[in-house]
């Protein structure tokens, strides 16, 4: 009975994250349009173990010779992780080669492994050791502000039991007041990429703009789509860019929370899969909500933005990194024969669907 009630509150839990993810804010006033434009940006969610979907995309448009002006990236969660990796094959300290490899031999256990009786959090010491070897080690990225283009990432915490949530949007460069450029890289992609509930929150060493308390996945506070520091990066430039490219990875057909939980060590008999509860379906329409947001607040990026999600008929759990080999080449298949979506269709195609 005792562990019924405790796998209760932990999926209880589970959930109000994912509300929060699906929710968001329209607060922020709009800034007036910027006469002057010029380089591209790229903004990309979290995509857990759905990460070489994004990197086959970046590839994709690297290879058609359209991140040749890159001037800003922002990432959330393993949007975060992916936005290093850009950073170093435009920096020429790795190759696509090179990080494919790393990406097709990875397997669960590079990332988390289950300690003892307790089931989640999971252990993700892995994942805090792979990082320190690929960006430290092979990169030579040790301080958020090593890295050579203009990069956000994106990391929240909730605030006691409220559950009001602060975003800190954390910059290579001081373009406000949160960020502080000395702090670890690799604390803060562990910070961006914890996943609630499944991932524990972490620490960020040595914070003075921020409070020192431990922090969770950036997609659960107003940056499920991390535009707002491109915002930020605009106003601190003083011109805005050419072309926004907006990257994620595809949504599941099916439900398979039920799936998910087992391949992070609890079984819940296929209840939630039954009872036809979508982790994919939150996730998304969180995404609209944000995509909505950044139309709204940014009108004169409209033009200016393109969404690009690839659109297969395989389903990928979002917790099992074991075939990311797969999951690339598919991609890069999908990609070839397919362009990025203007801003302005994507919206109206998927409120059109919508009804």
């Known amino acids: 009975m005792r562990k019924l009630k405790i796998f209760t509150v932990i ?9 929060l993810i699906s ?36 590839e994709e448009l690297y290879d058609r010779g359209l991140l040749k002006d890159v001037v800003f990236i922002s990432g959330v969660s393993s949007g975060s992780l992916n936005a290093v990796m850009l950073n170093g094959i435009l920096d020429g300290r790795i190759t696509w080669a090179e990080y494919k490899e790393i990406l097709y031999n990875l397997k669960n256990s590079d990332i988390y492994i289950q300690s003892g009786e307790k089931k989640l959090p999971v252990n993700t010491q892995p994942a805090r050791n792979l990082f320190t070897r690929i ?23 909730l605030k ?7 975003v800190y949007r954390m910059c290579s460069r001081k373009i406000n007041t949160e960020t502080d450029t000395t702090l670890s890289l690799v604390d803060i992609m562990m910070a961006s990429s914890s996943f609630p509930i499944a991932f524990p929150p972490c620490r960020i060493r040595n914070v003075k703009t921020i409070p020192d308390v431990e922090y969770i996945d950036g997609g659960v506070g107003d940056d499920h789509l ?11 430039r003083g011109k805005g860019v050419a072309k926004v490219y907006i990257i994620s990875r595809k949504s599941d057909s099916i439900p398979e929370v039920s799936e998910e939980l087992k391949g992070l060590g609890i079984d819940d008999k296929g209840r939630f899969d039954k009872l036809g509860i979508s982790l994919d379906n939150i996730l998304q329409k969180g995404l609209m909500k944000r995509l909505m947001a950044f139309s709204e607040e940014a009108p004169e990026m409209i033009n200016l933005s393109y969404v690009w999600i690839p659109d297969f008929k395989n389903d990928f759990l979002m917790f099992n990194f074991e075939n990311l080999k797969e999951q690339y080449i598919l991609t890069r298949q999908w990609a070839k024969t ?17 009804d």
């Open 11 to 19: 999926i209880s839990t589970f959930f109000v994250s994912l509300f």
């Open 23 to 58: 929710g968001g804010r329209k607060d922020l006033k709009t800034e007036p349009a910027l006469s002057s434009r010029s380089g591209t940006a790229i903004i990309m969610t979290g995509a857990a173990a759905r990460i070489p979907q994004e990197a086959g995309l970046l």
């Open 135 to 157: 960006v430290e080690g092979k990169l030579g990225y040790h301080q958020i502000g090593d890295l050579p283009i203009m990069t956000a990432i994106s990391f929240t915490h």
């Open 160 to 166: 006691d039991l409220d559950l009001k949530k602060e």
């Open 226 to 236: 991390p535009y707002r520091a491109l915002l930020e990066f605009e106003k601190f």
């Open 338 to 354: 397919h362009n990025p979506v203007p801003l302005g269709d994507y919206l109206l195609y998927n409120m059109i669907k919508k």
